[in-house]
């Protein structure tokens, strides 16, 4: 006799049929997402090390302009003290000197508001006349 209904025998299989083919379609979309949420933690990691490196050598770069900025500054400085010392020998000696006045505007163009030698300057060329007045 035939068997047009179908039993629990061919409900059982189908029914595992149909599970096992959600299952594997489960773990084959876990697999997926773990393989690319994978790649992209290494290329995450891959861009964390090579911004950790950029800044590494960064850091050696702003340390080596800051030492050399550090160093001309102090050269800076006392290139501008020895002037001042010679400027001041000089003005005594002649303080009309056009020469003294081309330093001055380089100077005043360089460091503006420096007037310590302008003032100097003036201060011993009156003194410089009032001599010549008296005599």
Do not use: C, Y
Request: hydrophobic share 45%.
């Amino acid at each position: 006799m035939p068997v047009s209904d179908p039993g629990i025998l061919d409900e059982a299989v189908t029914a595992a049929a149909t599970g096992s083919g959600v299952g594997g379609g489960f773990f084959a979309l876990r697999w997926l997402v773990q393989w690319l949420t994978g790649r992209l933690d290494k290329r995450q990691a891959l861009l964390d090390a090579q911004d950790e490196r950029v800044d590494r050598e960064w850091q050696k770069i702003r340390e080596k302009v800051e030492a050399r900025l550090d160093k001309v500054e102090l050269q800076n400085e006392a290139l501008r003290f020895a002037f001042h010392h010679v400027a001041a020998a000089l003005i005594k000696v002649d303080p009309t000197n056009p020469a003294l006045a081309q330093a001055e505007q380089m100077l005043s163009a360089a460091f503006p508001l420096d007037l310590r030698l302008m003032t100097d300057r003036a201060e011993i060329a009156l003194a410089r006349d009032e001599l010549e007045r008296r005599v």
